[in-house]
């Protein structure tokens, strides 16, 4: 009996001495990915008092919005709220604006970097993962290896809630999680746009060789064309949208580091450009590139027609590969990416405007300085999505189904990148590519970030979540995937405090809290009254109701000569104080030179107009907030606001006004 008692103190601490040896590490919600999901989820759970920890793989936070993604994909900023919409507004104050979508990759960073000394987030870099353990339904540790190797500064990671804020879906798929890759085919969900896609965006011109020597087939094909044939239009595939990069360079001559041949460059990989070239004869780079401007002489470079920086159908392999394969596809596409830029400025086949004006541009000493001045992210645009316990898709982008149980909005169009290139009637095209707008701002499900109960019962997908292939292109925008993160985090703690599932939460309750918490804090929280918002919004004259462009599903417009016409916004102000007061206007042709505001504070009323001038929308952005003022308002609803066509001498436009409580 002695002997056995003996053995199994010895095996108890072996077990003990095994798992110190592991370095174990016990948080209430541990976040995996440092993308701009990650930061604010860790950011969210810590400002909602529980310990966390945030895994990022690389050494850089903020994923794609501080890895080049500057001009910012939005759709419509009604749908950005919460600590999301935060963050645009303190990257405006590093620009002294009141809120800014257009910036520099490492204003970005700097921003993710406050948010985390703000509240004091825990952050292992340089560690990813290895596998899970599962007990009951619940993942009950993760194991980690470092990224660059060597031994794990924690191997074993235990938490109540587990959030996957990767592009990829890594802790989803490991946890066990039913996922996709590809492409449904339309019959699945009933849609029209999803499946295999040949339509006319991004697309070849008429007539252009796909062969090596034109109009021989013997010669083979040029490189990046596929000899598969074309399935059936709407047709499902494990098919990927392409990958590229932002590409950040600068025209500022003491800021530019010239763009040399890259390791392993090819010019007969661009020999399709000269092609597109030769057809549609490009005045300027804008033909060829995306060439968004950003702030201090920069760029934010997008893939743009035929021939640009998407490396199509090269990356099938990256979703579901091992790290090693995942590190090598991104050295192609990085590689590929920046043989692009010197083919084009030094090919003397290109035509010598497009040389020149290239040769302008150079990478940024001051960006990316850890890693040779090029991002670390690859702009990975789609790759597992969870099947979860309820599936967004086409329907819930157009509005045929709206969701009770929603947890942030989206509103950017449906949207996909070429998947293939091809041969289809002897010339060469490009399959995938969609772009189906016209909607308003949607709700996406809180089912849709939460695995099926049977699948894991603490974990929260707010990136890689469930939807269509074809929905997932409205919904997979930075600012959203930080406004889900959001509610992701805040979930996670409601689970925790009620001792539950992430399923068996009170989703009305979260939605409440995110409504009445939008910063996860104790700050009085912003009123907007919307026009759309009859209860808050009394219209008298002549509006008629537009949709394209609006903040929200719509605003109101008078046209120029209307009778006298007028609509007042009055918000239910909870707690009295000097409120910062903001209009939204939207771009609309014939704006009149002026138009006159009221501001009532409860005893007196302001005159504060505006002048057309004053507005400037830029970026993808239908409009731009216009500052009323400071004011001191009551508690309840005697203060408004009142637009009115008085003295117009052109169109008037009535769409929200935003009440930002100044605090003291």
Not at 209 to 231: Q, R
Not at 514 to 537: K, M, Q, Y
Not at 539 to 562: C, L, N, T, V
């Given at each position: 009996?002695?002997?056995?008692?003996?053995?199994?103190?010895?095996?108890?601490?072996?077990?003990?001495?095994?798992?110190?040896?592991?370095?174990?590490?016990?948080?209430?919600?541990?976040?995996?990915?440092?993308?701009?999901?990650?930061?604010?989820?860790?950011?969210?759970?810590?400002?909602?008092?529980?310990?966390?920890?945030?895994?990022?793989?690389?050494?850089?936070?903020?994923?794609?919005?501080?890895?080049?993604?500057?001009?910012t994909d939005i759709g419509n900023k009604y749908a950005i709220t919460g600590i999301s919409r935060d963050f645009y507004r303190r990257i405006g104050k590093?620009?002294?604006?009141?809120?800014?979508?257009?910036?520099?990759?490492?204003?970005?960073?700097?921003?993710?970097?406050?948010?985390?000394?703000?509240?004091?987030?825990?952050?292992?870099?340089?560690?990813?993962?290895?596998?899970?353990?599962?007990?009951?339904?619940?993942?009950?540790?993760?194991?980690?290896?470092?990224?660059?190797?060597?031994?794990?500064?924690?191997?074993?990671?235990?938490?109540?809630?587990?959030?996957?804020?990767?592009?990829?879906?890594?802790?989803?798929?490991?946890?066990?999680?039913?996922?996709?890759?590809?492409?449904?085919?339309?019959?699945?969900?009933?849609?029209?746009?999803?499946?295999?896609?040949?339509?006319?965006?991004?697309?070849?011109?008429?007539?252009?060789?796909?062969?090596?020597?034109?109009?021989?087939?013997?010669?083979?094909?040029?490189?990046?064309?596929?000899?598969?044939?074309?399935?059936?239009?709407?047709?499902?595939?494990?098919?990927?949208?392409?990958?590229?990069?932002?590409?950040?360079?600068?025209?500022?001559?003491?800021?530019?580091?010239?763009?040399?041949?890259?390791?392993?460059?090819?010019?007969?990989?661009?020999?399709?450009?000269?092609?597109?070239?030769?057809?549609?004869?490009?005045?300027?780079?804008?033909?060829?590139?995306?060439?968004?401007?950003?702030?201090?002489?920069?760029?934010?470079?997008?893939?743009?027609?035929?021939?640009?920086?998407?490396?199509?159908?090269?990356?099938?392999?990256?979703?579901?590969?091992?790290?090693?394969?995942?590190?090598?596809?991104?050295?192609?596409?990085?590689?590929?990416?920046?043989?692009?830029?010197?083919?084009?400025?030094?090919?003397?086949?290109?035509?010598?405007?497009?040389?020149?004006?290239?040769?302008?541009w150079g990478y940024p000493k001051d960006e990316y300085q850890d890693f040779g001045n090029w991002s670390p992210q690859m702009y990975v645009r789609e790759?597992?999505?969870?099947?979860?316990?309820?599936?967004?898709?086409?329907?819930?982008?157009?509005?045929?189904?709206?969701?009770?149980?929603?947890?942030?909005?989206?509103?950017?169009?449906?949207?996909?990148?070429?998947?293939?290139?091809?041969?289809?009637?002897?010339?060469?095209?490009?399959?995938?590519?969609?772009?189906?707008?016209?909607?308003?701002?949607?709700?996406?499900?809180?089912?849709?970030?939460?695995?099926?109960?049977?699948?894991?019962?603490?974990?929260?997908?707010?990136?890689?979540?469930?939807?269509?292939?074809?929905?997932?292109?409205?919904?997979?925008?930075?600012?959203?995937?930080?406004?889900?993160?959001?509610?992701?985090?805040?979930?996670?703690?409601?689970?925790?405090?009620?001792?539950?599932?992430?399923?068996?939460?009170?989703?009305?309750?979260?939605?409440?809290?995110?409504?009445?918490?939008?910063?996860?804090?104790?700050?009085?929280?912003?009123?907007?009254?919307?026009?759309?918002?009859?209860?808050?919004?009394?219209?008298?004259?002549?509006?008629?109701?537009?949709?394209?462009?609006?903040?929200?599903?719509?605003?109101?417009?008078?046209?120029?000569?209307?009778?006298?016409?007028?609509?007042?916004?009055?918000?239910?102000?909870?707690?009295?104080?000097?409120?910062?007061?903001?209009?939204?206007?939207?771009?609309?042709?014939?704006?009149?030179?002026?138009?006159?505001?009221?501001?009532?504070?409860?005893?007196?009323?302001?005159?504060?107009?505006?002048?057309?001038?004053?507005?400037?929308?830029?970026?993808?952005?239908?409009?731009?907030?216009?500052?009323?003022?400071?004011?001191?308002?009551?508690?309840?609803?005697?203060?408004?606001?009142?637009?009115?066509?008085?003295?117009?001498?052109?169109?008037?436009?009535?769409?929200?006004?935003?009440?930002?409580?100044?605090?003291?």
């Amino acid at each position: 009996m002695m002997k056995l008692r003996l053995l199994l103190v010895l095996c108890l601490a072996g077990i003990s001495a095994g798992l110190s040896a592991q370095s174990v590490r016990e948080v209430d919600i541990c976040v995996y990915g440092g993308s701009s999901a990650g930061v604010i989820a860790a950011y969210t759970a810590k400002k909602l008092n529980k310990t966390v920890l945030l895994i990022e793989p690389g050494k850089r936070l903020g994923g794609l919005t501080s890895g080049g993604l500057g001009y910012t994909d939005i759709g419509n900023k009604y749908a950005i709220t919460g600590i999301s919409r935060d963050f645009y507004r303190r990257i405006g104050k590093h620009y002294g604006k009141f809120e800014q979508w257009i910036f520099e990759p490492g204003v970005a960073e700097r921003t993710f970097q406050g948010y985390i000394r703000e509240a004091g987030v825990e952050v292992l870099y340089q560690h990813r993962l290895a596998g899970a353990q599962k007990t009951g339904g619940r993942i009950t540790g993760i194991q980690l290896e470092s990224s660059t190797g060597g031994a794990a500064k924690h191997a074993v990671i235990r938490a109540k809630m587990f959030i996957d804020c990767t592009y990829e879906g890594d802790l989803m798929a490991k946890a066990g999680v039913s996922y996709t890759v590809g492409r449904e085919a339309n019959a699945q969900y009933s849609e029209t746009y999803n499946g295999v896609q040949l339509r006319n965006k991004h697309q070849f011109p008429e007539g252009v060789d796909p062969y090596k020597v034109p109009g021989k087939p013997e010669s083979g094909l040029l490189w990046g064309i596929s000899a598969e044939p074309m399935a059936e239009q709407g047709s499902g595939d494990k098919k990927v949208q392409a990958y590229n990069f932002r590409i950040c360079l600068s025209s500022e001559p003491g800021n530019m580091i010239p763009i040399t041949q890259p390791e392993g460059y090819d010019p007969a990989r661009y020999e399709l450009l000269l092609r597109v070239v030769e057809k549609t004869k490009p005045g300027n780079l804008w033909g060829i590139l995306k060439f968004d401007l950003m702030p201090n002489h920069k760029t934010d470079i997008n893939n743009n027609g035929a021939f640009s920086t998407d490396m199509i159908g090269m990356n099938y392999n990256y979703p579901e590969a091992d790290y090693a394969t995942r590190e090598k596809i991104t050295k192609e596409h990085e590689l590929y990416n920046k043989g692009l830029l010197y083919f084009i400025g030094h090919d003397p086949r290109m035509p010598q405007h497009l040389r020149e004006a290239m040769l302008k541009w150079g990478y940024p000493k001051d960006e990316y300085q850890d890693f040779g001045n090029w991002s670390p992210q690859m702009y990975v645009r789609e790759a597992r999505r969870m099947v979860g316990a309820y599936v967004m898709t086409q329907a819930n982008c157009e509005g045929k189904e709206v969701v009770k149980d929603g947890v942030g909005m989206a509103a950017y169009t449906m949207d996909s990148h070429n998947c293939q290139r091809i041969v289809e009637n002897g010339m060469v095209k490009n399959e995938g590519d969609v772009q189906i707008g016209g909607f308003g701002p949607y709700p996406i499900s809180y089912r849709s970030i939460i695995p099926k109960a049977e699948d894991c019962e603490n974990l929260l997908v707010p990136v890689c979540l469930s939807a269509t292939h074809i929905a997932y292109g409205s919904i997979r925008m930075e600012p959203v995937f930080m406004v889900l993160a959001q509610s992701s985090a805040t979930a996670a703690v409601a689970a925790i405090d009620n001792k539950t599932s992430v399923q068996d939460i009170d989703v009305a309750k979260l939605q409440r809290e995110l409504a009445a918490r939008p910063l996860a804090s104790n700050h009085t929280a912003e009123i907007l009254v919307d026009n759309d918002d009859a209860a808050h919004v009394e219209k008298k004259g002549d509006w008629k109701q537009e949709k394209k462009g609006a903040y929200g599903p719509s605003f109101f417009e008078a046209a120029k000569g209307s009778q006298q016409s007028s609509v007042r916004f009055t918000p239910d102000v909870l707690k009295a104080g000097t409120y910062k007061v903001y209009t939204y206007v939207p771009k609309v042709p014939g704006l009149s030179s002026s138009t006159q505001i009221t501001v009532f504070d409860g005893k007196k009323e302001k005159k504060v107009p505006y002048t057309a001038a004053s507005v400037r929308v830029q970026g993808q952005t239908s409009g731009e907030w216009v500052e009323l003022g400071s004011h001191t308002l009551p508690k309840g609803n005697k203060a408004y606001v009142e637009i009115s066509n008085t003295g117009a001498d052109g169109v008037i436009v009535a769409d929200a006004v935003l009440f930002i409580p100044v605090e003291k």
